[in-house]
Antibody, heavy 120, light 112 residues
Framework: QIQLVQSGPELKKPGESVKISCKASGYTFTNYGIFWVKQAPGQGLQYMGWINTETVKPTYADDFKGRFVFFLETSASTAYLQINNLKNEDMATYLC?????????????WGQGVMVTVSS | DIVMTQSPSSLAVSTGETVTINCKSSQSLLYSGNQKNYLAWYQQKPGQSPELLIYWASTRQSGVPDRFIGSGSGTDFTLTISSVQAEDLAIYYCQQYYDSYTFGAGTKLDLK
């Protein structure tokens, strides 16, 4: 069955970096995009961007240009989100999701989310 | 950017009731090339990740009970849950995928 399994919770200080993984299984990794979504505590869902797993091209939503990096380890069917120079407002749960198809389609499978705590 | 506005932000229901959640987009989500509305609905239960319920405004994702009904076109959309069950208590989000992706703020469904 299709699964996206994310790495564990992270506790970081402001200014540090964090790398979150999203390991896919149960389907051909390069056939579907991986999307990233931020959910601040008690808040809704915010689209961060996506990475084309075939071309390895990342696309970032406007609010996530600069400190956020999407990349892949295709041989391991794993996508990564790295956040550099962490700020207090980055404290949130970060979710990965699989696109239903390439092109304009919604997200049909989701990871369990990674809680990132930023505290000095 | 397309803005998605959901209403109400929360509602309390009794099991067995029918509920309606509204979602309005700041521009049309209907693509003339294929006559499809690029609108999805997700359900997020407490402590869980979102799950896709509906896409193309009215197509149920595989395995979704038929009490979940999506309707609407253009800029106005509705998610109707008939005969609400206790397991339906969750936050419901609409999402447009016409131009990038945007989520609504969510509608929290509680028990009376």
């Amino acid at each position: 069955q299709i699964q996206l399994v994310q790495s564990g919770p992270e506790l970081k200080k402001p200014g540090e970096s964090v790398k979150i993984s999203c390991k896919a299984s149960g389907y051909t990794f390069t056939n579907y995009g991986i999307f990233w979504v931020k959910q601040a505590p008690g808040q809704g869902l915010q689209y961060m961007g996506w990475i084309n797993t075939e071309t390895v091209k990342p696309t970032y939503a406007d609010d996530f240009k600069g400190r956020f990096v999407f990349f892949l380890e295709t041989s391991a069917s794993t996508a990564y989100l790295q956040i550099n120079n962490l700020k207090n407002e980055d404290m949130a749960t970060y979710l990965c999701a699989k696109g239903k198809r390439y092109g304009d389609y919604p997200f049909d499978y989701w990871g369990q989310g990674v809680m990132v705590t930023v505290s000095s | 950017d397309i803005v998605m506005t959901q209403s109400p932000s929360s509602l309390a229901v009794s099991t067995g009731e029918t509920v309606t959640i509204n979602c309005k987009s700041s521009q049309s989500l209907l693509y003339s090339g294929n006559q499809k509305n690029y609108l999805a609905w997700y359900q997020q239960k407490p402590g869980q990740s979102p799950e896709l319920l509906i896409y193309w405004a009215s197509t149920r994702q595989s395995g979704v009970p038929d009490r979940f009904i999506g309707s609407g076109s253009g800029t106005d959309f509705t998610l109707t849950i008939s005969s609400v069950q206790a397991e339906d208590l969750a936050i419901y989000y609409c999402q447009q995928y016409y131009d990038s992706y945007t989520f609504g703020a969510g509608t929290k469904l509680d028990l009376k």
